[in-house]
């Protein structure tokens, strides 16, 4: 079965040791272990870690961009994920495709020309927040629990007039539902679990589910053992997330955004992307295939069909 994931750091994990390579087989998302594990789509985040100072931000993503372009699609041939007639592209063909992502707006240092930037060199996910507060909005982490600023509210104009996706992993609750109100698309966690089975800011409660679910998006739920237990995890409880997101927001509406290279402790039988593979078979033993191929890639594809830009004319 083929597989669409919706986030991993593997970019950070370059841009922070030049010398490492994306077919470095060490790294839970390096190109091997995508192909091992049938990840024909992955979204490949930019994280510029808050010890960046501010003014060096879009410098760094811009470095992590280089990467992108260099490493996983000129060297490892993957296809950038850019526009909707891609998506059907995705299931066939022999090449895996690439979706490049923002994972919060620090590195746009307060300037929209610098999300169209981003955009021109291939950018389609945006995430507004990390854990902090930052220029366009509050953090899941920050206790003051703001929502969006003035700059939030035009970056996610300017986010619906490119037709780009929304991600809302990361936000505060109340930026959550600012967005929500603003934003014109489905939207999308990329990588959280469910409050309700583990309470940690960084989960999403059952109304959010069901308002991912309303918009017609997906949450991409995450191996990451601190959201799914607090403690150390197993594949059973990634699927105790996985049942409680389902019975929520619906079958159509539950996917996996892995976190892979974004995390130091793993789960138990999904320490990195090729164990996919056995991951899908694990799925099987409880669920109907048309299920599981919707988790593990078809709800994804339906989003980004959706949501993706059209291919402007000129780039025929
Ligand atoms: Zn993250």
């Not at 066939?92 to 999300?115: I, S």
């Not at 600023?149 to 300017?158: A, C, K, M, P």
């Not at 990588?191 to 309470?199: E, L, Q, S, W």
């Not at 927001?249 to 138990?268: K, L």
Request: aromatic share 8%.
């Amino acid at each position: 079965m083929i597989v669409v994931d919706g986030h991993c750091d593997v970019l950070w994990r370059l841009w922070e040791d030049p010398e490492r390579s994306f077919s470095d087989g060490t790294l839970q998302a390096g190109a091997e272990r995508l192909a091992a594990g049938n990840v024909r789509a992955q979204v490949f985040a930019l994280f510029v870690p808050p010890q960046v100072p501010r003014g060096q931000r879009l410098k760094a993503a811009l470095a992590m961009v280089d990467r992108w372009h260099g490493e996983v699609v000129e060297n490892a041939g993957f296809r950038p994920l850019l526009w909707r007639d891609d998506v059907p592209r995705v299931t066939g063909g022999d090449r895996p495709w690439a979706l490049l992502a923002l994972e919060g707006a620090e590195a746009l240092e307060g300037e929209l020309v610098h999300l169209r930037v981003l955009y021109h060199l291939g950018l389609r996910m945006v995430g507004l927040t990390w854990n902090e507060a930052n220029e366009a909005a509050d953090g899941c982490g920050e206790a003051r629990g703001g929502g969006l600023t003035r700059f939030g509210r035009s970056l996610v104009e300017e986010i619906n007039r490119l037709s780009l996706l929304l991600d809302v992993a990361h936000l505060s609750e109340r930026g959550f539902w600012e967005a929500a109100e603003h934003y014109d698309g489905p939207l999308v966690a990329s990588h959280a679990n469910c409050r309700a089975v583990h309470d940690h800011p960084r989960n999403l409660t059952d109304d959010q589910l069901r308002a991912i679910a309303e918009s017609g998006g997906v949450v991409g739920l995450t191996f990451v053992p601190a959201f799914l237990t607090g403690g150390e995890a197993t594949r059973d409880d990634v699927r105790r997330h996985l049942e409680h997101a389902e019975s929520v927001a619906g079958e159509d509406h539950v996917a996996f955004g892995s976190d892979f290279d974004g995390i130091d402790r793993v789960v138990a039988g999904l320490e990195h992307a090729a164990c996919y593979a056995e991951w899908a078979d694990y799925l099987l033993r409880y669920y109907p295939a048309s299920s599981v191929e919707k988790w593990l890639a078809g709800n994804w594809l339906r989003v980004l069909a959706a949501r993706l830009p059209a291919r402007p004319m000129t780039n025929l």
